[in-house]
């Protein structure tokens, strides 16, 4: 389940928050896009997250 | 009693603010209830509210709950601030330190699994020239991912700081007409060619705004998936620190030059400046104090010898480097009941924000029982050409006890205003005609030539 805030963080700036954390939030940032780039090629990773979005939205 | 919501929190609807008999409450709803809960379980809270570095809070319970608590799942009392005050009328030094709070609590929160739901410039206000943490409301417990205020914090504290570190550019009036401060792309502007290279730009302004315009997914996915990718506590810690480090290290040249300055030349030994100091003690006499206003403050040493027996004093002046000068000279004495503003008297702060009511115009918000005019009026009249009647008649809407000091037209400083006007343009600017025009308002309680031959002072109490 996605708990909202009541402030948009803005996608730009959580980026630039995590980026501004050096070394270590640079290292996160690639892992998310790795992991992003994985969840789109592997049809078995793409059907777990598409269960799990459903099963969150339930 | 009926209970009145502040009308500046409607915002997060987990709780709101609003008071009942003088007292500021705080109503939570479930989630906010449970957060409070997270709260008063840790270390750090009770350290800060003891400190004083956030404001004092209770929880209301029995019979002193308001008739609006059966909404609430729990009700909350805060300290009432004596005066409140928005960014725009705080000084370089005052955003700084102001900047410098929120994120000292905000890294005391994340210690202990806890964060904030924003990093808005609003969140402090001030006891004299001492911040305080007041939105007790965006504590709550740590979600996943980077800090959610960081892009709010970036644009009402880092920006307007940079404008004035590195461009030299006073920030009030970009925050005046921005209550969300200036966006990343837009900043991104005021910074180009070599400035680009200064510290803190190139992440927090230009990867941040390239980044919100080339990611249009939604903040919260983004941050969510970072979470997931190990985005966690130390990593948003490590961020606060760093913009704790860039903020605490960022200079305003103009008020360092400020500074300087007043300590050079603030001289108390002036004859008219000890005529003026005794002829307000006099005042004061009888005069017990709980709010006064000094518009026009400049070194604020009236404002604290107001503030020397008791009250709080707002002391007042157009000039930021000045107003923060005094603001550096009042927290190295420990002066904590005189509260230094920036303020333009001839364009004072408006009501802002949504229906005009989310942030209050300057002379709406309290009732002050001295105000001191000293070497105010010639400014008004000669600078600004605002009538004599119209000073008055404005000084008497604001209210009570005034102190007022009339410097006639062959004063240097009144000489110095008008050579830059046309001769003969201020026909009634004389101290007969003044004196006229205050006595339609106010009674004439004392008067006071000074040594220096072109200056009076008038005690006068409203009709």
């Known amino acids: 389940m996605h708990i909202f805030g009541y ?39 793409r059907r777990s997250a598409a269960e799990a979005a459903k099963t969150a939205g339930a | 009693m009926i209970d009145l919501p502040e009308s500046a929190s409607f915002r ?24 409070w809960r997270a709260l008063t379980a840790t270390k750090f809270f009770p350290a800060l509210l003891a400190d004083r570095r956030v404001v004092g809070t209770e929880v209301v319970t029995g019979d002193a709950l308001p008739a609006s608590a059966g909404e609430f799942e729990a009700v909350l009392e805060h300290e009432r601030i004596p005066f409140i005050s928005y960014p725009y009328e705080w000084t370089f ?93 837009e900043m991104l502007r005021f910074l180009s060619g070599r400035r680009r290279l200064r510290k803190g730009v190139f992440t927090h302004v230009y990867l941040h705004s390239v980044a919100g315009r080339r990611v249009t997914k939604g903040g919260e996915q983004i941050k969510e998936d970072l979470g997931k990718a190990g985005f966690g506590a130390e990593l948003t810690k490590t961020t606060v ?43 004061l006499v009888g005069h017990p104090t709980t709010l006064a206003y000094d518009l026009g403050a400049n070194d604020g040493i009236y404002a604290r010898m ?66 001191l005019a000293l070497a105010l009026v010639h400014h008004l009249a000669l600078t600004a050409n605002v009538p004599l009647p119209e000073i008055i008649g404005w000084l008497h809407d604001i209210g009570g006890t005034l102190v007022i000091e009339f410097v006639e037209p062959h004063d240097p400083m009144a000489k110095q205003l008008l050579a830059n006007k046309r001769e003969g343009l201020f026909p009634h600017y004389r101290i007969d005609e003044f004196e006229k025009v205050l006595e339609q308002r106010y009674t004439i309680v004392a008067r006071s030539p000074l040594p220096g031959g072109s200056r009076t002072l008038y005690h006068a109490e409203p009709r």
């Open chain 1, 7 to 45: 402030l948009d963080s803005g996608s730009g700036s959580m980026i630039a928050s995590a980026l501004a954390a050096g070394f270590g939030g640079v290292v996160v940032f690639f892992k998310m896009i790795g992991r992003k780039v994985a969840n789109a090629v592997s049809p078995k990773r």
């Open chain 2, 12 to 35: 997060d609807p987990d709780a709101s603010v609003f008071y009942a008999d003088g007292r500021v409450l705080r109503g939570l709803h479930a989630r906010a209830a449970d957060d």
């Open chain 2, 93 to 185: 030094g005052m955003l700084r330190d102001a900047a410098l709070l929120h994120l000292d609590v905000l890294l005391a929160a994340l210690d202990e699994g806890m964060s904030m739901k924003d990093g808005y410039s609003f969140n402090v206000q001030w006891r004299g020239a001492n911040p305080t943490f007041i939105d007790v409301g965006s504590f709550e417990r740590m979600p996943t991912g980077p800090w959610i205020g960081y892009r709010q914090f970036c644009q009402t504290f880092l920006y307007p700081l940079m404008l004035d570190s590195y461009l030299r550019v006073p920030f009030q009036r970009y925050l005046v007409g921005h209550l969300d401060g200036l966006e990343p792309a």
């Open chain 2, 241 to 283: 620190r760093k913009l704790a480090k860039l903020v605490g290290r960022l200079r305003s040249k103009r008020s360092e030059s400020g500074w300087n300055n007043y300590r050079t030349t603030c001289s108390y030994s002036d004859a008219d400046r000890d005529a003026k100091a005794t002829f307000i003690r006099q005042v």
């Open chain 2, 306 to 371: 107001v503030a020397e027996r008791g009250g709080y004093v707002v002391a007042v002046d157009s000039d930021d480097v000045t107003v923060d000068a005094m603001y550096r000279s009042l927290r190295e004495d420990g002066i904590t009941n005189v509260l230094p503003l920036v303020l333009n008297l001839v364009d004072p702060s408006p009501a802002r924000g949504w229906r005009n009511a989310e942030r209050r115009a300057f002379f709406d918000r309290a009732q002050p029982d001295l105000v």
